[in-house]
């Protein structure tokens, strides 16, 4: 039997991630906040089935190949049960924030379950004014934030009318593969490997010069890379986590920081990285530590999507490695820095090479790939503190069953020694913030959310002034009192899985 549907290395790299560490849960997720009154469990259930044939990787399940000889691969689930990855729960009176985050939290505390389909949705009741919530996680095997966020386009309409002419589902799984039909399409592989290897260079030699500007540009972009793996100043940011995770979240509104943007000469992803830059640095100031320029270098994820690939579910991204600006005390100095450190690590092919490493990868035998993986996943690291997504959302409001999408939440998974991680995520004319952190050694994320927003209004308050040269010089701002730690716990009611509970 030939197995067909091999996940790409960058997407095995996150099963193998978990695998050597079992403190990571390495799901993404975005909590959907809708306009009462929350459907039933069977109304909501018979809109999910209705569009599962938009989304093959809803029915199928990872299978890894034994001893690694192949990367693993995707296979229908013939058990596959709607009831079991679609939940229920209810938050405790009143059900604010503080409530919805510490549910978060817990939730995304928890594996998936690798022996079934790798998502579960969360219809979260409880919430003020007769709101309800949906909680998306799905494994970062099978999308990255470009991706999964397209999957809302398949999940959800654009119009409070829904979507007409839905696909008829037609689907009958394939009988699942047994370890020696893994086993021997492996081998295959394997043995293909070297043919297909010769292909691939004899196509690089038909154009010399794209391969010689190719190689030029990722030795180049290697050697950025290189420099940027020294290890970071030890701060308490990082360091081990367990197994547990916190949650809050930061809002802001997407016209006030475009119009920083605007007025400081930078761009919308200097204005959210500045704000959480001042952010880092109130938390360390907090904590009686130094904010030292290299106390804080977050991993930013860049997409590498062609035009038209967004609803590919698999991960196409490379990185950036920042620096952030932690040690400037003031907000529109750290705007500037941050402008010039992406514009410096843009031109630096550091992403170019990411990319070329990660297609590199996929023409390679895969047993080196994946112990190589598996080697530097069990390696202690100290270069890395903390991550930074940016997510582009939809700018026109999204529908569930009639009912209106009123914001959309981000949340980024930690691993590895990062003890926080911030996700930013951008819908209709809102920016949101959410910031996860490891339990025990990272409570103040709701205090970390505060100071993102005081930043971005500090910012705003700074008159990034006219047009921003370096000779400008920026009004100094006092910076804003902390504000006071969001209440730590409400107690919410939880279904017992894998049956959905009814609220």
């Known amino acids: 039997m030939a197995v067909a549907d091999h996940m790409s290395p960058l997407d095995a790299a996150f099963l193998i991630l978990e695998d050597a560490q079992p403190e990571a849960s390495m799901a993404i997720s975005s909590v959907a906040v809708i306009e009462g009154p929350a459907p039933s469990h069977e109304e909501f259930l018979a809109a999910i089935r209705a569009r599962l044939p938009l989304v093959a990787r809803y029915r199928q399940k990872a299978r890894q190949v034994p001893l690694d000889l192949g990367p693993p691969v995707w296979v229908d689930d013939p058990a596959f049960d709607l009831n079991y990855h679609v939940r229920r729960v209810a938050l405790a009176p009143p059900g604010g924030d503080a409530a919805l985050c510490e549910l978060v939290g817990d939730i995304m505390s928890q594996r998936l379950d690798r022996m079934r389909p790798l998502w579960e949705y969360w219809v979260i009741e409880g919430l003020p004014d007769g709101r309800w919530a949906l909680l998306s996680k799905v494994h970062h095997c099978m999308v990255d934030g470009v991706s999964g966020t397209h999957l809302y386009y398949a999940i959800f309409d654009e119009s409070p009318e829904g979507t007409a002419n839905l696909p008829q589902d037609t689907w009958t799984p394939q009988s699942e593969p047994s370890p020696l039909n893994l086993t021997e399409d492996a081998l295959r592989v394997l043995l293909r490997n070297p043919a297909d290897q010769a292909r691939m260079i004899a196509r690089a030699l038909a154009s010399p010069r794209d391969v010689t500007r190719r190689l030029t540009d990722t030795v180049r972009g290697l050697t950025a890379l290189a420099a940027a793996l020294r290890p970071a100043t030890f701060t308490t940011l990082a360091g081990p986590i367990g197994e547990h995770r916190r949650y809050a979240t930061a809002r802001a509104a997407l016209a006030e920081a475009k119009e920083i943007a605007h007025r400081a000469g930078t761009t919308f992803n200097d204005v959210v990285l500045a704000a959480i830059t001042g952010g880092y640095r109130t938390l360390l100031r907090e904590r009686g530590e130094d ?50 450190r992406l514009v410096a690590l843009k031109g630096s092919g550091e992403a170019q090479a990411g990319q070329a490493l990660s297609t590199l990868a996929r023409h390679q035998p895969f047993p080196p790939v994946s112990w190589g993986m598996r080697l530097a996943a069990r390696l202690p690291q100290r270069q890395i503190v903390t991550v930074t997504t940016n997510v582009p959302g939809p700018r026109k409001p999204l529908y569930l069953l009639g009912r209106r999408t009123l914001e959309i939440l981000p949340y980024v998974p930690i691993a590895t020694r990062l003890r926080t991680g911030v996700s930013i995520f951008t819908y209709c004319d809102q920016v949101t913030f959410g910031v996860t952190g490891d339990r025990d050694s990272a409570p103040e994320v709701g205090r970390l959310a505060r100071h993102i927003e005081d930043e971005l209004h500090q910012l705003s308050a700074a008159h990034l002034l006219k047009a921003a040269g370096p000779e400008t010089a920026p009004q100094r701002v006092k910076p804003a009192k902390p504000a006071k730690p969001a209440r730590q716990r409400e107690t919410a009611r939880r279904p017992t899985a894998p049956q959905p509970h009814v609220a």
């Open 291 to 340: 904010p030292d320029p290299q106390a804080v270098r977050s991993l930013v994820p860049v997409s590498v999507r062609a035009p038209g690939d967004e609803g590919v579910c698999e991960n196409r991204i490379s990185l950036l490695l920042a620096s952030l600006p932690v040690h400037l005390a003031d907000p529109a100095e750290r705007l500037r820095a941050v402008h010039d």
